[in-house]
């Protein structure tokens, strides 16, 4: 299996701070088809997950843009060009190249 | 507006089964697949497998084959996922979801397996 290595685990910010999150596959999220992908989502506490960005850098509709995806391969990095207080919770890359599709463990960003 | 709207919590014995519902609204039912996935608090989120809600065909997972059956009615735009034998390890929140990319994403159903 695909296994997606996030990093930092937790991020402390502060509000109007740009953050990056890093998402590292152990074999590249590039398709026969020519499609990379990885999406990343963010889970609010009690909430289930959202769609932020798909296809590396897509930005989901209705989603602000302060949020933006890169990269390409096996490196990946999620930014948030100043962090808002809605922004707190837990963020998690995921791939769906190759089955069985799988998420990283997560990056928590909290206020500092 | 797109909604995915889950059946309750449920509590089961081991070696029991359930079925868990998730009632799609606002969309073209049959125009997304349905995606299932497992959240705990160990294992963290897990992929089960997704149905395509026009054919009923399915994807699974390896390590849920046996352990979830997926299905689908279209004439009321539900979706199911059944957990068979269940153990204190299938204890946890499953969620449904739109399509493979989960734009969507259902309330979450939490399922407590516990004699």
């Known amino acids: 299996d695909v296994v997606l290595t996030q990093t930092p685990p937790t991020l402390s910010a502060t509000i109007g701070q740009s953050v990056s999150i890093s998402c590292r596959s152990s074999?590249?999220?590039?398709?026969?088809?020519?499609?990379?992908?990885l999406n990343w989502l963010l889970q609010r506490p009690g909430q289930p997950p959202q769609l932020l960005i798909y296809?590396?850098?897509r930005l989901e509709s209705g989603v602000p843009n302060r949020f933006s995806g890169s990269g390409s391969g096996t490196d990946f990095t999620l930014k948030i060009s100043g962090v808002e207080a809605e922004d707190l919770g837990v963020y998690y890359c995921?791939?769906?190249?190759?089955?069985?599709?799988?998420f990283g463990a997560g990056t928590k960003l909290e206020l500092k | 507006q797109v909604q995915l709207q889950q059946s309750g919590a449920e509590l089961a014995k081991p070696g029991s089964s359930v079925k868990i519902s998730c009632k799609a609204s606002?969309?073209?039912?049959?125009?997304?697949?349905i995606s299932w996935i497992k959240q705990t608090t160990g294992q963290g989120l897990e992929y089960i497998g997704y149905?395509?809600?026009?054919?009923?065909?399915?994807n699974y997972n390896e390590k849920f084959k046996g352990k979830a059956t997926l299905t689908v009615d279209k004439s009321s735009s539900t979706a199911f996922m059944q957990l068979s034998s269940l153990t204190p390890d299938d204890s946890a929140v499953y969620y449904c979801?739109?399509?493979?990319?989960?734009?969507?994403w259902g309330q979450g159903t939490l399922v407590t397996v516990s004699s």
């Open positions: 979801a739109r399509g493979i990319a989960a734009a969507y």
């Open positions: 606002g969309y073209t039912f049959t125009s997304y697949y």
């Open positions: 149905i395509n809600t026009g054919s009923g065909g399915t």
């Open positions: 074999q590249s999220l590039l398709h026969s088809n020519g499609n990379t992908y």
């Open positions: 296809l590396v850098s």
């Open positions: 995921v791939q769906s190249t190759h089955a069985p599709y799988t």
